[in-house]
Every structure is written in structure tokens, then in C-alpha cells.
């Protein structure tokens, strides 16, 4: 059930910077809700980037901790993912999704996705 909105993806140089960022549709609050942005690189599967829970708990998972931060504003319906020191095994298709909990080993709303490209 897609109720999340992904933007923010582009094209950028290996060491540059994006903020990807997660809406949430108008009469969908998130503030109740964690969000985890997962990523999946052609041939790859979906992998675990980074979850903030309803109450602002941040967590990293695997090579990206150090150089992306997750924040959320519940006033904007909002979840961002800020991503520094971007490298090119950074490239993939990244989604948002929302739940009860970080750590689930499924998610109830998804959105589309947005393109990661970083180029070497």
C-alpha cells in the first residue's frame, strides 16, 4: 500500500551530497510511525539503510553509518535521509517505509522510490 512519497534522488559525484526526503499523503500522519529507508541496486537485494522510530531513535545499518543521517519533522510529515561523502557502491533504487517499529522484517506502506546515482 503505497501512502509515501520519495524525492530528492538524482545525479552526483563520488564524495558529493543528496537529502533524499519522505512524505507521507495528505491524511496519513507518520507521527506515530517509524520509517526506514531501504535500497536496492540492480542484481541486489533490497538492503536496510537507515530507521528512525516515532520517537526520534536513529539507526544506521551496514557501510553508510558515519555518512547518512536520518531525521524526521512530524509538522511536515516528513522523513529525510541525508547522505554525505556519497560513493558510487551508493548507487540504487532507495525507497521509505513505514510501520510500528524499526527492525520489522516487513513494512506495511511503502512509496515508489527514488534514483541514487553516484558516479566515480
Known amino acids: 500500500q503505497s501512502r509515501l512519497v520519495e524525492s530528492g534522488g538524482g545525479l552526483v559525484q563520488s564524495g558529493g551530497s543528496l537529502r533524499l526526503s519522505c512524505t507521507a499523503d495528505?491524511?496519513?500522519?507518520?507521527?506515530?510511525?517509524?520509517v526506514i529507508w531501504f535500497r536496492q541496486a540492480p542484481g541486489n537485494e533490497l538492503e536496510a539503510v537507515s530507521c528512525?522510530?516515532?520517537?526520534?531513535?536513529?539507526s544506521y545499518y551496514g557501510s553508510v553509518e558515519g555518512r547518512f543521517t536520518i531525521s524526521r519533522d512530524n509538522g511536515k510529515n516528513t522523513v529525510y535521509l541525508q547522505m554525505d561523502s556519497l560513493k558510487p557502491e551508493d548507487t540504487a533504487l532507495y525507497y521509505c517505509?513505514?510501520?510500528?517499529?524499526?527492525?520489522?522484517?516487513?513494512?506495511?506502506?511503502w512509496g515508489q522510490g527514488t534514483q541514487v546515482t553516484v558516479s566515480s
Open positions: 517505509a513505514a510501520d510500528s517499529l524499526c527492525g520489522l522484517r516487513t513494512y506495511k506502506y
Open positions: 495528505p491524511g496519513f500522519s507518520f507521527n506515530n510511525f517509524a
Open positions: 528512525i522510530s516515532s520517537t526520534g531513535t536513529a
